[in-house]
Structure formats: C-alpha cells, structure tokens
C-alpha cells in the first residue's frame, strides 16, 4: 500500500482560496486512484472530488462543482486539491485517500471503495 500525508490546509476567508497536496510513498503511484473526502464536526465523512489513475478523468460533489478542481502529477506521486470561492460550509478535515485500480479512466465516489486513507488536514473557512 501507499503511505498518504496530506497538507496545505488552515484558515482562510470566505471567498478565498486554498489548495491541498496529498502526497504519496510507498508504491507505484500511478497504479492508484485517488480522492479526496471531507468530514466536519458532527457530520459523516463526505465525497469531494476522485480523479482516475491516469488522471484523464475526474468527478466532483456537486457542492463543489465549479469551484475545487483535484488533479495529480504521477512524476511526483501528488495529488492536489485547489479550492476556490470558499464558503464557511467548506470547513472540515479533508482527507485524502488512494486504492488499487485495475481500470486507467475510472474513478470511485464512495468511501468504502477506498482502502488507505492520510490524516487529514484541517480547513477552516471563516464568514
């Protein structure tokens, strides 16, 4: 398995903007497909957006649609989160999280469907 570490969060106003970096070790990081979810407080972990092995393609919560765009560079075993027009309903931990994917263009939506997860860094959105 992959070891994730995710950072890049902290506090921000609304209407601004954050990107995150998740980055990987540990095995070939083109073999996996990725995601990030987010969890706040008293609420369950949520989707965000999953990009495919390949990167070709992606899929987004249509919360976030339009405003965070997830991406990876392979060469560098990094997934990215950029978040723009951040609103304080944004404010959780963001997780990022990998699995094994036999498929190049497929992408998983459900957190179930991933097997290893970073720490999470904490995002802070304030009104």
């Known amino acids: 398995q992959v070891q994730l570490v995710e950072s890049g969060g902290g506090l921000v106003q609304a209407g601004g903007s954050l990107s995150l970096s998740c980055a990987a070790s540990?095995?070939?990081?083109?073999?996996?497909?990725m995601a990030w979810f987010r969890q706040a407080p008293g609420k369950e972990r949520e989707f965000v957006a999953a990009i495919s092995r390949s990167g070709d393609s992606t899929n987004y919560a249509d919360s976030v649609k339009g405003r965070f765009t997830i991406s990876r560079d392979n060469a560098k075993s990094t997934v990215y989160l950029q978040m723009n027009t951040l609103k304080p309903e944004d404010t959780a931990v963001y997780y990022c999280?990998?699995?094994?994917?036999?498929?190049?263009?497929?992408?998983?939506?459900?957190?179930?469907?991933?097997?290893?997860w970073g720490q999470g860094t904490q995002v802070t959105v304030s009104s």
């Open positions: 999280a990998a699995r094994r994917a036999a498929y190049s263009s497929r992408v998983y939506r459900t957190a179930n469907d991933y097997d290893t």
């Open positions: 540990g095995r070939t990081f083109s073999f996996y497909a």
